[in-house]
Nanobody, 115 residues
Framework: QVQLVESGGGLVQAGGSLRLSCVASGISFRSNAMSWYRQTPGKQRELVALITNNDRTRYGDFVKGRFTISRDNAKNTVYLQMNSLQPEDTAVYYC?????????WGKGTQVTVSS
């Protein structure tokens, strides 16, 4: 059974930081590209950051150097370090694991940034 379990969300003031974690089980973690997406009500889910199985990274344009994605294959965990958070970063953040033929999602963790 595949599980992606996110943690680390919460309430933070503008300018603050959070570190999200996603622990994966039931998949060959090293073979998957891991991503973070986010979604707000009425909007499409958007890519925040992606890290491939060979550690190449890609970020959404809105990140502008504020976030860093990383992975620890020994712990089956992907992280998202978010700095300089702004109210517009408020969203549910979802973990995604993908490789050809499979695509899995976590249930999400809420991030709320107050002004």
């Amino acid at each position: 059974q595949v599980q992606l379990v996110e943690s680390g969300g919460g309430l933070v003031q503008a300018g603050g930081s959070l570190r999200l974690s996603c622990v994966a089980s039931g998949i060959s973690f090293r073979s998957n590209a891991m991503s973070w997406y986010r979604q707000t009500p009425g909007k499409q889910r958007e890519l925040v950051a992606l890290i491939t199985n060979n550690d190449r990274t890609r970020y959404g344009d809105f990140v502008k150097g504020r976030f860093t994605i990383s992975r620890d294959n020994a712990k089956n965990t992907v992280y998202l370090q978010m700095n300089s958070l702004q109210p517009e970063d408020t969203a549910v953040y979802y973990c995604n694991a993908q490789k050809p033929g499979t695509n899995y999602w976590g249930k999400g963790t809420q991030v709320t940034v107050s002004s």
